[in-house]
C-alpha cells in the first residue's frame, strides 16, 4: 500500500490517498480528508479500473461521477486531479514491482 498526499487549491485542505493495487486493474482506495466536501467518500474503500481512470477522460471517469455526485464545487476543486494523479503512481509502482 502507498500512501499520498496532497493540499487542494480550492479550500486548502489536505487530501490523503491511500492506494493499494489489487491486481493488474483494480485499485483499492481510501480517502482521507476534513474538506466537508468530501466527506461521503472519506474512509471507505472504493474498487476502480486503475488502467481506465488514468486514460479515460474526465467526463468518462467513475471516480469523477463519485466525485460529482458528494461535491458541489468539483470543477473548481483539485480533488480529482490529486486522487488521479495517486492512482497514476500508484499503477507505475506496482508495474515497476511486477
Request: negative net charge.
Amino acid at each position: 500500500m502507498c500512501k499520498y498526499a496532497s493540499r487542494c487549491s480550492l479550500c486548502n485542505r489536505t487530501l490523503e490517498v491511500q492506494a493499494q493495487q489489487q491486481d493488474m486493474n483494480i485499485v483499492k482506495l481510501k480517502i482521507s480528508s476534513d474538506c466537508l466536501n468530501l466527506e461521503p467518500l472519506v474512509n471507505r474503500t472504493i474498487c476502480l479500473d486503475a488502467i481506465y481512470e488514468v486514460i479515460a477522460p474526465k467526463e468518462r471517469s467513475l471516480l469523477y461521477e463519485l466525485l460529482k455526485h458528494c461535491h458541489q464545487q468539483i470543477e473548481s476543486c483539485t480533488a480529482y486531479d490529486i486522487i488521479k494523479d495517486s492512482i497514476g503512481q500508484n499503477l507505475g509502482r506496482y508495474y515497476e514491482l511486477v
